[in-house]
């Protein structure tokens, strides 16, 4: 018996040390993720696009008015299923770009507008199962969020489908305007699997390293 236990435990540990240093090489590294960019540009490269109610939603569209659509395509807009403004928003936008297909997937919303951090948890397992499918279905070579609570699952869906090399899908997670001396919760929940964090204020380069810094980006 003393043997089958500790082959078991030997077993265990095995399995934990290859599942870490598996989820060690799913961490981006900056500048293996620039080149890789840099590689696709010259290619259709599929898009996601995760969009939050109001603000959000306003920055992000201002974010993507210099979109070439005959490259970032397909495109998905990943939108609450409460959410009716960032999907008039979505084809509003849409009818504006000349090239590419696209398609809207709802979700349901991660943390409703003052809903305690703990039901939060439940709610975010249960946004998470249809993201995790959306994110399988479309498989996105690109993920772009700034901060919605809705981005959270549809990030993590993201890593998984990374650690297990079925995408190796780059997240570029564009932090709010409104963040000029710390990090949004949901950037420092998934700031190891950001690929690219672009920040709109100085002070935040020196915070975070991991950081960059090109001026107001949704002004």
């Not at 998905?76 to 770009?97: C, P, R, W």
């Amino acid at each position: 018996e003393m043997v089958e236990v500790l082959t078991l435990v030997w077993l265990t540990l095995a399995l934990s040390l290859a599942a870490a240093f598996r989820l060690y090489q799913s961490i981006p590294g900056r500048r293996a993720e620039k080149c890789a960019a840099s590689r696709t540009s010259t290619r259709k490269i599929s898009t996601m696009v995760v969009l939050g109610s109001g603000g959000h939603t306003a920055e992000m569209f201002r974010l993507l008015r210099g979109l070439d659509a005959s490259i970032y395509q397909p495109r998905a807009y990943v939108i609450a299923n409460t959410d009716s403004h960032s999907k008039h928003k979505s084809l509003e936008f849409e009818g504006q770009m000349k090239d590419g297909s696209y398609n809207i997937i709802t979700i349901p919303r991660s943390r409703e507008v003052g809903q305690s951090y703990l039901s939060s948890v439940f709610t975010t397992l249960y946004a998470f199962s249809y993201a995790f499918f959306a994110v399988f279905r479309f498989r996105p070579h690109l993920l772009i969020c700034n901060g919605p609570g809705t981005c959270l699952p549809v990030c993590v869906a993201a890593v998984i489908l990374r650690f297990f090399a079925i995408r190796k899908t780059q997240i570029m997670y564009v932090e709010s305007i409104c963040r000029v001396e710390d990090l949004s919760l949901s950037a420092r929940l998934l700031y190891l699997f950001i690929s690219r964090l672009l920040v709109q204020w100085p002070e935040l380069v020196a915070k975070y390293p991991k950081a960059e810094y090109f001026g107001l980006l949704s002004h």
